[in-house]
């Protein structure tokens, strides 16, 4: 009876411990963007090597081909970041560069013992987002674009549309 | 024949029918037992982040309850890989505890399970914390110092008691208990967790815990009272049986 008890105490600890030590929830998210066919505003549409790499940054985020839904991280440390996106990147003639820069204010909220704490971002309205030719112009590829919502809180959902 | 007839009762005293004899009535001590939960007490000397004592008291209500209680105050800085927060208060547990031991002769040891309610009052200072970032392109935010407090917070649970006590000398008594608890309420914090509760110690997902004390305590009797003996009503071929022993 008494090696009963302290094995249902033992087990009581562990399955304790297991559970909130590992950080399993969601925490700091990224923007959210899908691409939409001007053409054809309902449609998605994949890009096709798409380089991105953050303003100032020594080496690129990612490149993105075949899909229509990207995510970008944001900065933690500060308010703004600024993105160069060079779509057909591969192609020497048809490599086109726009950027995006996303300006916001930050707040930290808590999320549980083994997470601490996560960045949620609220862009700025207006000026959240900012779109901008390269130094060089070579004609915006993007052609428009739709925040959907300035709340960036959850990955479960779209913040930003891009036509092109 | 005299002595298996002693022996035999004094190994079952509570069972064998007293016979009108010379023997004496049995009593037992009745009264209140105060101590200090050692565990508490040491801890705080070798775990630097850790302050606390837990002061216990149990009164004999009956042959087999005892009213039981513990007043604690603890300091404790906790230091997660995410977070490091110092919880400091104040609480109070009471109940009560169900003796299951059956004692040899005058003997006053205690295996016993049991319940409290405890209460406790407390705050909570976030002395540091991490931003958790899983996409860390722009790299990691530094350790954000807060020191940001706070104050009036409650929690109230039940703890489920298992627990012994010895008498190692006259009147002196050691003894440690197990204890599950459950939360019942709290008042949590805005922006922040309870994720320590003085006297209900760290707090789990799904609101379980557990907790330990190692106490070394007083007896102060107050009275004696005599146990009655319970009257059994056996058949009397079964006296007859006995005495033909």
């Known amino acids: 009876m008494k090696k009963i008890l302290l094995l249902l105490l033992a087990a009581f600890t562990f399955s304790g411990c297991e559970k909130d030590d590992i950080c399993t929830d969601e925490t700091t998210p990224q923007l959210v963007i899908e691409f939409y066919d001007v053409s054809n505003p309902t449609t998605l549409k994949n890009v096709a090597g798409l380089k991105i790499t953050g303003d100032g940054m020594p080496t690129e985020l990612n490149t993105f081909s075949g899909v229509s839904t990207i995510k970008l991280p944001l900065d933690v440390t500060g308010d703004s970041v600024k993105y160069s996106m060079i779509l057909n ?4 003639t048809n490599a086109n560069e726009d950027f995006l820069q996303f300006n916001y204010a930050r707040n930290n909220v808590y999320v549980s013992r083994a997470c601490g704490y996560r960045t949620i971002f609220e862009l700025n309205s207006p000026g959240g987002v900012i779109h901008t030719d390269s130094a060089t112009p070579d004609l915006l590829w993007i052609q428009s674009f739709d925040v959907q919502t300035t709340t960036i809180d959850t990955e479960n959902e779209i913040h930003l549309k891009i036509y092109f | 024949m005299l002595l298996v007839w002693l022996s035999f009762s004094g190994n079952a005293q509570e069972k064998a029918p007293i016979a009108k004899d010379s023997l004496k009535p049995k009593t037992e001590r009745y009264g209140l037992r105060v101590g200090v939960d050692l565990f508490k007490l040491t801890r ?21 309850h005892f009213l039981a209680a513990e007043i604690g105050n603890e300091d404790k800085t906790v230091d997660e890989d995410q977070l490091n927060f110092t919880t400091e208060g104040t609480y109070i547990k009471v109940g009560f505890d169900y003796n299951t031991y059956q004692n040899w002769l005058d003997m006053e040891n205690i295996i016993s399970v049991g319940l409290r309610y405890g209460v406790s009052s407390f705050s909570q200072t976030l002395n540091s914390y991490q931003i958790y970032n899983p996409n860390p392109y722009f790299g990691q935010s530094p350790l954000i ?12 649970w039940v703890e489920v008691v298992a627990g012994m006590k010895a008498e190692v000398f006259n009147n002196v008594f050691v003894g440690f208990s197990f204890r599950l608890n459950r ?9 922040f967790d309870n994720l320590y509760i003085p006297g209900y110690n760290r707090t789990y997902n799904g609101e379980f815990g557990v907790g330990f004390n190692y106490t070394v305590s007083y007896f102060i009797p107050l009275y004696k009272a005599t146990v009655k003996a319970k009257e059994k009503k056996e058949p009397k071929s079964k006296k007859k049986k006995k005495k033909a022993n």
Not at chain 2, 46 to 61: C, F, H, M, P, T
Not at chain 2, 183 to 191: F, I, S
Request: charged share 25%; net charge neutral; glycine share 10%.
């Open chain 1, 89 to 92: 990147s591969s192609s020497p």
């Open chain 2, 44 to 64: 705080s000397f070798y775990e630097e982040d850790y302050r606390g004592i837990e002061l216990v008291g149990d009164y004999r209500l009956t042959r087999k």
């Open chain 2, 145 to 156: 110092i807060s020191g940001e407090k706070f104050s009036g917070l409650s929690a109230q």
């Open chain 2, 183 to 191: 939360l019942m309420t709290q008042n949590k914090p805005n922006g």
